[in-house]
């Protein structure tokens, strides 16, 4: 049984599709600029206070949480948390969350 021959044209196409997708993986990620967070409150409200506002993790506000031992709990998880990584939040937004979650909240 005789096997089918490519054309030229699509032979070509083929070649060029995989030396593109090869070129393309190998190119060198530049970091980029990318969004940053401007203070630890606008992270804890987009962020923690899905769960931790709304009685689906515990209150972590005003109970006197080192810092420290807020970001090993966001980089390492805890029960139902899920472990944070450097990539879903760097580690300066994540010294200025633990700051705003270590703050004792002014109460008037």
Known sequence: MKKPKLNAAVSGFLLAAMVMNSAWSAQEEKPGTGFAWKEGAQIYEKICAYCHEANVGPQIRNR?????????IVRNGSRAMPAFRSSEIDDESLAKLADFISQKVSQH
């Open 64 to 72: 006197d949480l080192p810092a420290v031992y807020v970001r090993a």
